[in-house]
Structure formats: C-alpha cells, structure tokens
Nanobody, 124 residues
Framework: QVQLVESGGGLVQAGDSLRLSCAAS????????RGWFRQAPGKEREFVAA????????TYADSVKGRFSISRDNAKNTVYLQMNSLKPEDTAVYYC?????????????????WGQGTQVTVSS
C-alpha cells in the first residue's frame, strides 16, 4: 500500500522559514514527478511546486517563486519544500502528490497519490 506522509508544518511568524517533508512508502517514486499543493480555507487546492524524477527540472507557482524551493532525495523516497520569507497568505494545508509519470504537471487531477496534509499557519 502506497503512503505519502507530510511533516514539518507549524505556526510561524511572517518572514520565518519552514521545511516540509513528504516521505513515500509502499513503492519507489525515484523516477517519477512529485509535487506540492496547498489549500486554504474556503479555497480550491492550488499548485505550489513540482519536480521531475531526476530533480533537474522544477516549476513553481508565481506566488511562491523566489521564496520556495522544491527538492528531493530519491535514496530516501522523499521530497522537500523549503519555504522562506513566509507570508500570512501562505497559510494553508500543504499536500504532497506523486504520479507515475516522469513529466511535471501543475494539474492536481494528474497525481495518483496524496498525503494527508500538514498545516502551515503564518501570523502577521
């Protein structure tokens, strides 16, 4: 059974940093694309960042470009999201996704597996 488990969320102040982790078990995703999405209360889930299996290609939402960085450690079957200069509007539940495809996508419907989410709250 495939499981994705996010961790690293919390309550921080504006300008602080957090590092989210998403560990996969049940199968290896070392060659497949992974992504991060977020969902704020009353809003739809939105794309944050994605990375190819090799880690050589990454893409970001405009709202986080220059502040967030996605990376992966295939030996640990884990993907990370480093979040710097956090803003109150970054407050959301953050979800990691995995898909059985090497190509990046910003479309949440194209990810087959999801974690349970981790709450990030940024106070002003």
């Amino acid at each position: 059974q495939v499981q994705l488990v996010e961790s690293g969320g919390g309550l921080v102040q504006a300008g602080d940093s957090l590092r989210l982790s998403c560990a996969a078990s049940g199968r290896t995703f070392s060659t497949y694309a992974r992504g991060w999405f977020r969902q704020a209360p009353g809003k739809e889930r939105e794309f944050v960042a994605a990375i190819t299996g090799s880690g050589t290609i990454r893409t970001y939402a405009d709202s986080v470009k220059g502040r967030f960085s996605i990376s992966r450690d295939n030996a640990k079957n884990t993907v990370y999201l480093q979040m710097n200069s956090l803003k109150p509007e970054d407050t959301a539940v953050y979800y990691c996704g995995a898909r059985l495809d090497i190509r990046l996508t910003t479309n949440s419907d194209e990810y087959e597996y999801w974690g349970q989410g981790t709450q990030v709250t940024v106070s002003s």
